[in-house]
């Protein structure tokens, strides 16, 4: 079997949920950007046989002490990226299969890096499982194959094939890239939702505040239970979850104009304490807490960007990246937390600005 001619390299960017997350996974509706100042990359190089490298930084498996090893597992757990692209590759096959979409035979060796901090929230998972499809789609020159439009549906597979609980959200937002409104109350046939763009020219500065400091918790952890009994009916949890869609449902209809971002800080203040009180301040974490805290100190408003270690934000008037920012930037580095001028990573494949008022 021949090897890849030459190396084929895809970068993913982060992405960081606004509003309504996290209803993707139920039905609701949210809306996210992307993350450019955080990706995963992976690279295809020519190799005899199909070869799945270990990343040094990522998946180590040699330690100075038992107790570095013990600190390790604590603040990162014990899986790195490589069960994700292993698993990316098999469900490319699966898939290729079931479509019928010839692979010509072509050996390489796929690894990966990436900076997007672990445990926060900012979907370094399917960062890299979107990389590792993208690789695979160029290096078998299938892109007539597996549109756009496919990558979150297989993106989503690839991730509960490992018993990851997630919804379509980030893979959304990370394969069409800006700032995007997902409808995910009435899926297509083919298992897409409504997604629509926004002009990233309507909103606010947006900040980010990390955790330097992870607790382990992956998202799968946090959902779990909920979803174990929104699917059982439960009428608090259908009633909650709604009540998170609603928010990134209104700010779709605000966000279509400039105006919107006057509306942007008490949505996501209610987006916020919808999701408190569904979830509880134990699942939410108390850093995360302290970190919506600080941001209200400082005429700010959080939500969480992801299942937890980060918060994206924007201040209440336009004066407050002058006024306050900076207060928040020493409150921030008391605390322990780092805080990031979000840059929204440009658009990469096209989408509708208009459609129908899902409110």
């Given at each position: 079997m021949p090897p890849l001619k030459a190396p084929v390299t895809h970068r993913v960017h982060a992405r960081a949920g606004l509003l309504g997350n996290p209803s993707d996974g139920f039905q609701g509706a949210v809306i996210a950007v992307s993350v450019a100042n955080f990706w995963a990359e992976v690279t295809a190089s020519p190799s005899p046989r199909i070869d799945i490298l270990p990343s040094p930084d990522h998946d180590p498996t040699s330690f100075g002490s038992m107790a570095q090893l013990s600190h390790h597992a604590a603040g990162y757990g014990c899986n790195g990226g490589v069960r994700l692209l292993m698993a990316a590759c098999h469900q490319f096959q699966q898939h290729c299969d079931a479509a019928g979409i010839p692979l010509p035979p072509v050996t390489f060796a796929l690894s990966y890096t990436t900076n997007i901090p672990r445990q926060a929230g900012l979907s370094g998972s399917s960062a890299l499982?979107?990389?590792?499809?993208?690789?695979?789609?160029?290096?078998?020159?299938?892109?007539?194959?597996?549109?756009a439009f496919d990558l979150p549906s297989l993106a989503l597979a690839v991730e509960?094939?490992?018993?990851?609980?997630?919804?379509?959200?980030?893979?959304?937002?990370?394969?069409?890239?800006?700032?995007?409104?997902?409808?995910?109350?009435?899926?297509?046939?083919?298992?897409?939702?409504?997604?629509?763009?926004?002009?990233?020219?309507?909103l606010p500065p947006l900040f980010l505040i990390i955790d330097n400091h992870p607790t382990g918790k992956t998202s799968g952890q946090v959902h779990a239970l909920i979803k174990e009994r929104w699917l059982a009916g439960d009428r608090a949890v259908r009633a909650g979850m709604d009540a998170v869609a609603e928010c990134a449902q209104e700010g779709w209809g605000a966000l279509r104009g400039r105006i919107g971002a006057a509306a942007l800080p008490d949505l996501m203040h209610r987006s916020f304490e919808a999701r408190r009180r569904l979830y509880g301040d134990e699942a939410i974490g108390r850093r995360t807490l302290a970190m919506v805290k600080l941001a209200r100190s400082c005429r700010a408003e959080a939500s969480l960007a992801g299942s937890g270690g980060c918060v994206a934000?924007?201040?209440?008037?336009e004066s407050g990246c002058i006024e306050h920012l900076p207060a928040l930037q020493a409150a921030c580095e008391a605390a322990d937390f780092s805080l990031v001028r979000l840059r929204i990573g440009d658009a990469l494949h096209a989408l509708p600005a208009h459609a129908r008022d899902p409110c």
């Open positions: 499982v979107l990389a590792t499809l993208r690789c695979l789609i160029e290096a078998h020159s299938v892109e007539d194959g597996i549109s509960t094939s490992l018993g990851i609980a997630a919804g379509l959200q980030d893979r959304v937002v990370q394969t069409f890239g800006g700032c995007v409104y997902m409808d995910f109350s009435e899926l297509s046939s083919s298992g897409q939702g409504v997604y629509l763009a926004i002009d990233p020219a309507h934000l924007c201040f209440r008037e």
